[in-house]
């Protein structure tokens, strides 16, 4: 039977429900016992009187919070129609037991340029923040158990069929989570009398037993590949001047930074480590921020001194801020000696 905690105590217990403690939550059903003790004389004798110990069960605390990760922004770069695309969540059960969640997709959000089609929602069972694919990364087919003050990650898959659509169109999804341990309520302060562990109450903290967070595809029309090739073998080996990759000869790497469509690539860095079994040579990166050929690069220093010069190499590495790009290539070269 569910009864409402009155406004009173809804005040009283505010720090409760609206402040998570930095410590551990006390577990759903923990019995916390407590006996008073009084010490006194009496006619020239000490006495200890004792009350009768009191028992109370922690009540069931049934609180969710849902979040947007990496951004919550996914670029649709594929062409259309497309399928599988990816948007990253968290979900927190930040209540005091474990409790049973239903994860839905709502993907027709009020302002929607198009709506993602078929959502479906996977449980992050891999590489944490890598999509492993459903056979690793499971769709979930009912409800999910998280136990208390856990955080879970969660993919939802989409497919984007409407066409045409322009760059910059938006199609949002709202992840919801709702608690399923007792009857549906989203009302903060409601409790269910005996529906918690071993016959205690239910509380619904915050949340209110729900929560949600809306993530957005986004169409982009601008696409980045790095096309890397060798583009010399020279040197001098033992006073012989050689092309083969032998010990002692130098291997000139070229990476064309390719940017295409109608869009901006923004903070662009590139970095390649160096191959094993070679020697990065010193001072050898340049770069040919336009793409108007081998005749106008600009030399790189080692260093660490950006935004003053853009490369650096790390000692196992070499790294390039290319910063915003537009359509265009930028290219890249370093050199390193076979050992």
Not at 43 to 69: C, F, H, K, R, W
């Amino acid at each position: 039977m569910m009864k409402r905690i009155l406004v009173f105590a809804l005040v009283v217990l505010s720090a409760w429900f609206f402040v998570r403690p930095v410590w551990a939550l006390t577990p759903a059903g923990t019995v916390i016992e407590n006996r008073a003790r009084a010490d006194f004389v009496l006619e020239g004798s000490n006495y200890t009187a004792y009350s009768v110990t009191t028992q109370t069960p922690v009540a069931e605390l049934v609180d969710v919070s849902v979040a947007t990760a990496m951004g919550g922004t996914t670029a649709v770069t594929a062409p259309l129609p497309a399928s599988g695309e990816l948007l990253y969540f968290a979900v927190t059960n930040a209540g005091n037991s474990t409790e049973d969640f239903a994860l839905t997709v709502d993907p027709s959000v009020a302002g929607n340029d198009f709506d993602p089609d078929n959502p479906a929602v996977a449980l992050d069972a891999g590489s944490i923040g890598s999509f492993d694919g459903t056979g690793t990364d499971t769709i979930l087919a009912g409800p999910i158990s998280i136990p208390a003050e856990t955080t879970i990650y969660v993919w939802v898959i989409s497919d984007i069929l409407d066409t045409p659509l322009n760059p910059g169109d938006t199609g949002r999804v709202t992840l919801e989570a709702v608690h399923q341990n007792a009857p549906i309520s989203t009302v903060p302060g409601d409790v269910y009398a005996g529906a918690g562990p071993g016959g205690t109450d239910l509380v619904l903290g915050a949340s209110g037993g729900y929560g949600s967070a809306t993530g957005a595809y986004v169409i982009v029309r601008t696409t980045l590949i790095i096309d890397k090739t060798v583009a010399a073998i020279a040197g001098t080996v033992a006073g012989v001047p050689v092309t083969d990759p032998i010990p002692g000869a130098v291997i000139t790497y070229q990476l064309d930074v390719i940017v295409s469509g109608t869009g901006t690539a923004y903070a662009v860095t590139v970095t390649d480590p160096i191959p094993v079994n070679t020697t990065y040579v010193p001072g050898s990166m340049s770069l040919d921020v336009d793409g108007s050929g081998p005749s106008l690069p600009t030399g790189l220093t080692d260093l660490d001194d950006y935004p003053a010069d853009r490369g650096e190499f790390t000692g196992t590495e070499i790294r390039v801020r290319l910063g915003d790009l537009s359509s265009g290539t930028s290219t890249i070269t370093f050199q390193v000696t076979i050992d």
